[in-house]
């Protein structure tokens, strides 16, 4: 790739970090002023209730923005779908042209490899009200099955506001949640962390704590999550995919836009239809995925790493 290409794509992924990052950093501003005031026993009982909700959605699949999910047969149809998406179909998709606009980065030489029982470990870090994170695991399952099982898919919607009570920003996409799910691989390991739920936390003017780093989670995730892989001011961003301490993605590789206003269903079943905005995005990020794990496990299994994916790791970007 020539200097002038990887200048121009290193800019455009400054500049959508960058983007996401600002919108955060303002609604956290709204939220330290929407705190101001609050009435203590008024924020215990609000608490009790929002954790007492969620709660209830996870154990039912339902969502916190009371719109309808697929349950039943429906929901296993549509996890079937997503996890069996036809390598002709992603080979045709390929690199999703201009639908995905962020791609696997090298990792700077020297770090020690992440694994876990001695199989190569992706780390994933993301929160339930993040859209970012919600546009991500659409193509985060599509790539992962080609080489595992999921069990226990639990879908939800991206938060509808934020955590001081504003509008969020693509609020209410669909996704999936990792939490309560597992997956197998004889090939890899999926290690997945959602630090919050998609309800907001009144005392902190945040989202409700869910899941807990461990130390070494924490230390890889801010030893990376850090310039030159994401732009000054920027560190922390979500979704943090961490391929091996070898390749990282950080913020979402196509625009949660996309999938707003769709269903579950709908989007599921647009994932076959190649020229479709969903499948360019969604399988197209899921090529670049599969590319980079390929690259962990030796092009293991041949099923998953077929010669259009082992193509896409040139278009990697590197750290300045």
């Not at 390749?247 to 769709?262: E, K, M």
Request: aromatic fraction near 8%; charge should be positive.
């Amino acid at each position: 790739m020539g200097k002038a290409s990887r200048t121009k794509q290193e800019s455009g992924r400054r500049e959508r970090i960058a983007a996401q990052r600002q919108a955060e950093r303002r609604q956290e501003r709204r939220n330290r002023l929407l705190i101001a005031g609050s009435a203590i026993a008024v924020v215990i009982i609000v608490v009790i209730v929002f954790v007492v909700v969620k709660a209830n959605n996870h154990n039912s699949g339902t969502t916190s923005s009371g719109a309808s999910a697929p349950t039943g047969t429906a929901l296993s149809s549509v996890v079937s779908q997503i996890t069996s998406v036809p390598t002709s179909t992603t080979d045709s998709v390929g690199s999703g042209g201009s639908q995905v606009t962020g791609k696997p980065m090298n990792v700077k030489a020297g770090q020690t490899p992440l694994t876990e029982n001695g199989k190569p470990e992706l780390l994933y870090v993301g929160a339930e009200y993040c859209p970012y994170c919600a546009a991500e695991r659409w193509a985060m399952i599509v790539a992962l099955s080609r080489f595992g099982t999921f069990s226990g898919l639990t879908t939800m919607h991206s938060a509808a506001k934020d955590g001081g009570g504003n509008a969020e920003v693509y609020p209410n996409t669909p996704t999936w949640t990792f939490y309560g799910s597992s997956y197998t691989s004889s090939d890899l390991a999926f290690t997945p962390v959602e630090v919050n739920t998609n309800i907001g936390d009144p005392s902190t003017g945040g989202y409700t704590t869910l899941q807990t780093m461990t130390s070494a989670q924490q230390s890889t995730f801010t030893k990376l999550n850090a310039p030159p892989y994401v732009p000054s001011g920027d560190s922390g961003s979500f979704p943090f995919l961490d391929f091996g301490n070898k390749y990282l993605i950080i913020g979402a590789s196509y625009s949660p836009q996309i999938l707003a206003g769709l269903s579950w269903s709908t989007i599921a079943a647009d994932l076959t239809k190649t020229s479709s905005p969903v499948a360019q995005a969604i399988d197209g990020t899921a090529n670049y995925i599969t590319a980079a794990l390929c690259k962990l496990t030796n092009n293991q299994p041949a099923t998953a790493c077929t010669s259009t994916v082992q193509g896409l790791d040139s278009g990697f970007s590197s750290p300045s």
